[in-house]
């Protein structure tokens, strides 16, 4: 309910917004023909008319394409104005609003080609600590696949993402993990069964490691299946559910899967999850939201793969995310005390398949 309201007052404000940009428009003004009221109820109906279409249509689309008109037109506005000052000549400054629509279509047009142009990021580390295959050899290269955020539907649906899987398989990993957001609110039953069974074409040696993120479980809507189901179709299809769980592999590294941070009554602490463990073997968390860098590095652990700020996803909200304090970092790679921490930007985008803010991507880590 407090949600809904929120959602709204943002809908009504950018209605107001959009009223005052759209008032401007040289066709308002002719169709209007001087009277004012008559320029409003015009201005008005078109605003209202757009977020109706959103409503039939997809609302957060609706939304995102205003915003972005509404910014654009306030830039090109003051632009001209600037420009009017120099020059000292009167700019007609309907003009803002037709170079608003045409900037806001090739900059949405680019934002969706980036988001389904998935690229490969690769990472190196490198550790003092002796990694083993299977029969205690030791190797000099260890191999981790990544993908996150998925949201299968908002980009691709479960058996397109057997392509990126087939594409990830050619790396040779030694394990892949996938750290949330897998599918999301809307992913239908279907699409959930199509995703678990491209899960299936995964070729890692020694397995692959699923956390949940924040959206895997759904927050308001029945999809007509439980997690119960999800995880059994995702074990069926050889991969490992992960809900504050540790895993040994080959005797010399510790894979650590994290419930959500969005369970916080429920997930134990990193000095819970690493009380015991042999500190000399090589350790990798799994968590999905990057914000609890301070206490996974004091537990000494070497190695946390994140996901969850999709990058930013629409500039500049990467900014404002670790600004406002909702994560500790955006995208990339960094180092605290002897832990090093990867955040990616996702396979996809998370509501809207638009990108502006970071690339789609799949990342390959080797630990040297």
């Not at 809904?4 to 428009?25: D, G, N, Q």
């Not at 398989?169 to 069964?193: S, Y």
């Amino acid at each position: 309910m407090f949600s809904s309201l929120i959602f709204i007052c943002i809908l009504a404000v950018l209605v107001a917004l959009m009223f005052f940009t759209v008032r401007k428009f040289y066709f308002v003004e002719k169709l209007s023909q001087g009277k004012k009221w008559l320029k409003n109820v015009l201005a008005l109906g078109l605003c209202v008319l757009a977020f109706i279409v959103g409503y039939f249509t997809n609302m957060v689309y609706m939304v995102v394409i205003v915003l972005h008109f509404i910014i654009f037109d306030w830039i090109l506005f003051f632009l001209g104005w600037i420009l009017g000052k120099i020059t000292k000549k009167h700019l007609k400054f309907y003009w803002a609003g037709i170079l608003a629509v045409v900037v806001t279509i090739g900059y949405l047009s680019f934002a969706y080609w980036n988001d389904w142009n998935i690229v490969r990021t690769d990472y190196t580390v490198e550790t003092n600590k002796t990694i083993t295959d299977n029969k205690g050899k030791k190797l000099s290269d260890f191999r981790i696949a990544q993908i996150t955020d998925a949201h299968i539907g908002t980009t691709f649906d479960g058996k397109g993402l057997a392509k990126y899987i087939k594409e990830i398989n050619k790396a040779k990993p030694d394990i892949f993990v996938i750290t949330g957001d897998l599918i999301d609110d809307d992913t239908t039953k279907e699409q959930m069964i199509d995703t678990c069974n491209s899960l299936g074409l995964i070729k890692a040696k020694y397995g692959t490691y699923y956390i949940e993120g924040n959206h895997d479980a759904a927050y308001y809507k029945d999809r007509g299946y439980s997690m119960e189901e999800f995880q059994k179709d995702l074990e069926n299809n050889g991969v490992t559910y992960m809900k504050d769980d540790v895993k040994l592999i080959n005797d010399s590294v510790y894979v650590i899967g994290r419930i959500d941070r969005r369970f916080k009554d429920v997930r134990k602490s990193m000095a819970e999850l690493t009380k015991g463990l042999d500190k000399s073997k090589y350790m990798i968390v799994l968590d999905h939201q990057p914000h609890d860098f301070k206490a996974q590095a004091d537990s000494g652990v070497d190695l946390v793969l994140c996901g969850h700020t999709h990058g930013g996803q629409l500039f500049p909200i990467g900014y404002l995310g670790v600004w406002y304090g909702s994560y500790e970092k955006s995208y990339g790679i960094e180092k605290q005390k002897n832990t090093v921490f990867e955040v990616s930007s996702g396979i996809s985008g998370w509501g809207v398949p638009y990108k502006t803010g970071a690339v789609s991507e799949y990342v390959i880590l080797d630990i040297k």
